[in-house]
């Protein structure tokens, strides 16, 4: 006997027709119910992705539309547009192009200037979130190669800004084309080599507008969606971090589903990133290529500066000496075929920072589980505060960066302030050195101090502003306990302590133990330790502010008989 056949689901409306077709071939509805059911928690400071997600697509919608009119040639040519005053003057193709979208192509301003304010956003967005990831712990197990990802990802829109910079072949661009090719120049035997590959012959050549055109608009953009599409896979594979909390475990996540309610912020927060971008573009002018006119390589304007995502590497050029003491720089090496000169004052400022700085960047998560040798499952966030250590490098790293930049706009800040250029030099010189030092101090002991006063707060309560009397004639302020809320949101946190070095399986301490040992008593020798279930019991034991208020009641009615 045959078991009659369930009757297949028939739609009413057309749109349901279709959507029901698609869905019994590609199995679409599964799908959706399974990614609508993540949870996502709600922090403010995990907007800062979503932020840099927004901006990318900008960056593609008006890329799209740039890219109708841009024309990457580097042929000479005679400009003929709107704009008067470079009418007639010779200049590339490719600049020729960008003025007619500034000039003749309608919304072709508007649309360059939201392309750049994005651009600008979006290496602002990554930077930020991935500072945000990094202060509070965010990159621990499991989720080291998602870090990696994130790096990777800051790289390509490092790379994706300054591409899209020097497309226009004006003289501000062409300036900083010409730093990298002194950099690339300096690289010994093989650098001259590289630099007539890459711009097709002598500086400037007549091939890099079209070469640096195709990574902007192809591969770099390629490598991003890639990078984009590995962290968001992650991302649901590991779930989401999240704050610690009453309820917050590492097994669980305690915010919004995707749909309906996380997908319809998400998609406000998207126009409204959108719109606040259109404003910036509407009313501020950025770059404005007109005013620089065609690349030449004879000069070279003054107060330049580069988009502030670079500015930190030509920053680096700018402190670094030709000789330190009578010790020079440049080096002459004799090889069979000739002479080759090593140019460290190049060489050096160009590569070493970033070098330095990328290379903690993706090691940082391994060098913290090497040193508190931690190797436990972690889905709950720190609060900057509760790891002092991790906070004190983050802020030394922030400082190193800001030097730098600082020092890109050296001859803006003499003349501004009418100083003297070699004195600004000079003081960022030792700042280069001395302040990543002070930052790491200052920020550590300001962590501690915050710990410090949160433990007093969970054993004392929060200051009330009532002043009573005891009976005794003493007078003290009322404290109010807090709320568990709030005080689990104190007591909760991890704190590292001191491990001293360890005999591997033969009973021998190895120098990278002794050497772990160091740094453990350097970074966890001074730690305020979270409150204690005891202690906060033992704190419970003491009189109320009811107690002490009814006491002081009691003492005043006294009085009075």
């Known amino acids: 006997m045959s078991v009659p056949s369930a009757t297949p689901y028939e739609a009413k409306t057309r749109l349901g027709r279709i959507t029901n077709f698609v869905d019994s071939r590609v199995s679409g509805s599964a799908m959706v119910k399974e990614f609508g059911r993540k949870v996502f928690p709600d922090h403010w400071s995990f907007m800062f992705g979503e932020v840099a997600l927004y901006c990318f697509v900008i960056l593609l919608l008006t890329g799209t539309f740039l890219t109708f009119f841009f024309d990457p040639s580097m042929a000479e040519t005679h400009y003929a547009g709107s704009y008067v005053p470079l009418r007639g003057v010779e200049m590339s193709v490719a600049y020729e192009s960008s003025l007619n979208i500034s000039f003749d192509v309608r919304g072709g301003l508007f649309m360059r200037q939201v392309h750049h304010w994005s651009a600008?956003?979006?290496?602002?967005?990554?930077?930020?979130?991935?500072?945000?990831?990094?202060?509070?712990?965010?990159?621990?197990?499991?989720?080291?190669?998602?870090?990696?990802?994130?790096?990777?990802?800051?790289?390509?829109?490092?790379?994706?800004?300054?591409?899209?910079?020097?497309?226009?072949?004006?003289?501000?661009?062409?300036?900083?084309?010409?730093?990298?090719?002194?950099?690339?120049?300096?690289?010994?035997?093989?650098?001259?080599?590289?630099?007539?590959?890459?711009?097709?012959?002598?500086?400037?050549?007549?091939?890099?507008?079209?070469?640096?055109?195709?990574?902007?608009?192809?591969?770099?953009?390629?490598?991003?969606?890639?990078?984009?599409?590995?962290?968001?896979?992650?991302?649901?594979?590991?779930?989401?971090?999240?704050?610690?909390?009453?309820?917050?475990?590492?097994?669980?996540?305690?915010?919004y589903p995707v749909g309906p309610v996380y997908a319809a912020k998400a998609g406000g927060f998207f126009f409204i990133v959108f719109g606040i971008i259109a404003i910036i573009a509407g009313f501020f002018t950025i770059n404005p290529i007109w005013n620089y006119g065609p690349y030449d390589p004879s000069p070279v304007s003054a107060g330049t500066q580069p988009d502030w995502y670079i500015g930190w590497v030509d920053g680096a050029l700018r402190l670094m000496p030709g000789f330190i003491g009578a010790f020079p720089l440049e080096w002459v090496i004799p090889f069979p075929w000739?002479?080759?000169?090593?140019?460290?004052?190049?060489?050096?400022?160009?590569?070493?920072?970033?070098g330095l700085v990328f290379t903690l960047l993706f090691t940082w998560p391994w060098i913290e589980a090497w040193l508190t040798k931690d190797k436990s499952v972690h889905n709950l966030l720190d609060r900057p505060r509760n790891a002092p250590y991790r906070t004190a490098v983050g802020v030394a790293g922030i400082t190193f960066y800001c030097v730098m930049w600082a020092a890109a706009s050296s001859d803006l800040i003499a003349t501004h302030f009418h100083v003297s250029l070699n004195d600004v030099t000079y003081w960022l010189r030792v700042l280069f050195f001395v302040g990543p030092v002070l930052g790491f101090i200052i920020a550590r002991r300001i962590a501690l101090a915050l710990q410090r006063k949160d433990r007093e707060i969970v054993l004392h309560g929060v200051e009330s502003g009532r002043i009573v009397r005891l009976p005794h004639g003493e007078y003290i302020e009322v404290h109010e306990p807090l709320d568990e809320y709030k005080r689990y949101r104190l007591v909760d946190f991890d704190s590292h302590k001191v491990i001293p070095a360890q005999p591997d399986a033969n009973g021998k301490i190895s120098g990278k133990e002794k050497r772990r040992a160091k740094l453990s008593h350097f970074f966890f020798e001074d730690r305020v330790a979270p409150v204690t279930p005891s202690e906060l019991e033992n704190a419970h034991h003491h009189e109320s502010p009811a107690e002490v208020e009814a006491k002081a009641d009691d003492q005043a009615s006294i009085e009075q008989r």
């Open 120 to 255: 600008l956003l979006f290496v602002a967005a990554v930077s930020v979130h991935m500072l945000r990831v990094f202060f509070t712990g965010a990159f621990r197990k499991p989720r080291e190669l998602n870090w990696v990802v994130g790096g990777v990802l800051l790289i390509l829109s490092l790379a994706a800004g300054f591409t899209g910079y020097s497309l226009p072949d004006d003289l501000l661009s062409g300036n900083g084309l010409r730093i990298i090719d002194g950099v690339i120049k300096s690289v010994p035997v093989v650098g001259t080599y590289i630099s007539f590959f890459l711009f097709g012959g002598e500086f400037p050549g007549t091939a890099i507008i079209g070469r640096l055109y195709m990574l902007h608009i192809l591969l770099v953009p390629a490598l991003i969606l890639l990078m984009i599409a590995i962290h968001l896979f992650m991302v649901v594979i590991h779930k989401h971090t999240q704050f610690r909390g009453p309820g917050r475990t590492n097994n669980n996540v305690v915010g």
């Open 338 to 354: 000739g002479d080759n000169t090593l140019s460290l004052n190049v060489l050096l400022p160009a590569l070493g920072p970033a």
